[in-house]
């Protein structure tokens, strides 16, 4: 079953023909998608789809065997400071001899921001993910929920205007991964930022996106696109009551399920 959406218009991400084998296993087969500026893409599909090999090719982590990966045109041939990474390993993404203060500042002294300005962007961007007073709080003293938030401020210091997620709230209990995806879009409203999001759960991917591209396994192909016709701001009970939204946790579950079989 394949779905196509209407193309996206001047693409901040442009995959073309991207074939990828390692040691003679085909990884993905003639992958070609776009992103457009600002736009909030969540990528779903069963295990060996290729959903995280995809995010690494676009990071400048992984190099395709054959086409082209571009970024606002250009290729893609290492990570760039413009784009960020939040990973689903809270744990091991943070530094835990470092403050929540002092893992933000890591990024802005990378970044050459100047001293003067420091403490004033922290509290900022610890606010914006709700945060506020945890500035001299250490990893292992913050729960899941904020150790994430905590990667996600440390990801924005970098002010990128590509956020790549792979599978970021998958290991958080229910009502935290639900305040954590209103956050985000609050973000994204807010910044403009655009954001590549792997993820396993249906209705995560329903709720966030403005599209939802679903990949086939073994090899990694394009599989379905659909468009996400929700209304802004969501909401995690009304939006998830809709007619809309039914129809497209729908249409996505009998897309796993097929492409499982």
């Known amino acids: 079953m394949t779905i196509v959406a209407n193309p996206v218009s001047t693409p901040l ?31 779903i599909g069963p295990s060996g789809c290729g959903k995280t090999t ?23 041939q290492g990570p760039r400071r413009d ?22 500042e890591l990024v802005l002294t990378t970044l050459k921001v100047p001293k003067s300005q420091h403490q004033d962007r922290i509290n900022r961007l610890l606010s914006k993910v709700g945060l506020t007073g945890k500035n001299d709080s250490y990893p292992n003293q913050l729960s899941g929920g904020q150790q994430q938030r905590l990667q996600i401020a440390r990801c924005l210091a970098q002010e990128p205007r590509l956020l790549l997620m792979d599978e970021p709230f998958g290991a958080l209990d229910a009502m935290t ?48 696109t659909l468009d996400v016709d929700l209304d802004y701001p969501r909401d995690q009970l009304t939006t998830r009551e809709t007619p809309q939204f039914l129809k497209l946790r729908h249409d996505l579950f009998n897309f796993i399920k097929s492409a499982e079989a």
Not at 54 to 76: E, F
Not at 83 to 104: E, M, S
């Open 13 to 43: 991400i442009e995959l073309k023909n991207i074939n990828l084998t390692i040691k003679g296993q085909e990884i993905i087969r003639d992958l070609s998608l776009e992103v457009g500026h600002g736009e909030f893409v969540c990528v």
């Open 177 to 224: 991964r639900h305040a954590l995806q209103d956050e985000m879009q609050s973000i994204v409203a807010d910044t403009g930022t655009t954001v590549f999001f792997v993820t396993h759960d249906l209705e995560e991917a329903a709720y966030l996106g403005d599209r939802v591209i679903g990949l086939l396994p073994h090899p990694g192909r394009m599989g379905i």
């Open 54 to 76: 995809t995010l690494r090719l676009i990071a400048g982590l992984a190099t395709p065997s054959s086409g082209s990966v571009l970024y606002d045109g250009q290729p893609v």
């Open 83 to 104: 784009v960020a990474v939040v990973f689903q390993d809270y744990g091991k993404a943070l530094l835990p001899w470092r403050t929540a203060a002092g893992n933000i």
